[in-house]
Every structure is written in structure tokens, then in C-alpha cells.
């Protein structure tokens, strides 16, 4: 089992910056590949970032390319998204996931363990 802990949510106004958190336990981090998705009220669960368990792949959705920003720490088992330049449409919940496999991508199905989730709310 690995546990997954997201924090670094919040509230920010159009054109911030948050960096959101994931903590790991349980397993050994670097045999899994990390990733971040979020859900708004709403709509359904959709694919943000993804990094390979040694953070030499990563991917990004259209949407938040060129902002946005997943990196990893292995030796302190946590996982980031850097997050920049946020519009109305970022404000979801963030939830952190992972996959034993090297890269999960943006498939909701390769990935075994998920966080709780932590919201992220941006004003205009």
C-alpha cells in the first residue's frame, strides 16, 4: 500500500502561483510514477501532470502546459506541481496519484493509489 498525502491548496487570485505537495509513505517512492489530476464541480476527473519514477519523463495537458511544472523528490518521497499564471478555470480539487508502472500518463485507470485531494480555488 502507499499512502498519499496532497497539501498546498488554497485560495490565490488570477495570475498567482501555488505549489501543491504530495507525500508518500508506505512503499518505496521511486519504484512508482507519480501524477496529478483534478475535478471540477461538476465534471469528471481530467489529467494534469505526469512524471516517470525518475522524473526523466513528464507530460503535460494542453491546458496547463507552459504553467504548470511536476518534479519529484525521491529521497524525500514527495511529488510537486508547481503551479503559475492560474485562471478561474485551474480552481478544482488537486488529487496526487500513483503507479507502479514507470509512467502512468494521463490514464486514470494505471494508477493504484490515490490522495485525498486538496482544493485550489482561483479568484478573478
Known amino acids: 500500500q502507499v499512502q498519499l498525502v496532497e497539501s498546498g491548496g488554497g485560495l490565490v487570485q488570477a495570475g498567482g502561483s501555488l505549489r501543491l505537495s504530495c507525500a508518500a509513505s508506505?512503499?518505496?517512492?521511486?519504484?512508482?510514477?507519480m501524477g496529478w489530476f483534478r475535478q471540477a464541480p461538476g465534471k469528471e476527473r481530467e489529467f494534469v501532470a505526469a512524471?516517470?519514477?525518475?522524473?526523466?519523463?513528464?507530460d503535460y495537458a494542453d491546458s496547463v502546459k507552459g504553467r504548470f511544472t511536476i518534479s519529484r523528490d525521491n529521497a524525500k518521497n514527495t511529488v510537486y506541481l508547481q503551479m503559475n499564471s492560474l485562471k478561474p478555470e485551474d480552481t478544482a480539487v488537486y488529487y496526487c496519484?500513483?503507479?507502479?508502472?514507470?509512467?502512468?500518463?494521463?490514464?486514470?485507470?494505471?494508477?493504484?493509489?490515490w490522495g485525498q485531494g486538496t482544493q485550489v480555488t482561483v479568484s478573478s
Open positions: 508506505g512503499r518505496t517512492f521511486s519504484n512508482y510514477g
Open positions: 496519484a500513483a503507479t507502479p508502472r514507470n509512467y502512468g500518463g494521463g490514464y486514470t485507470f494505471k494508477y493504484d493509489y
Open positions: 512524471i516517470s519514477r525518475s522524473g526523466s519523463i513528464t
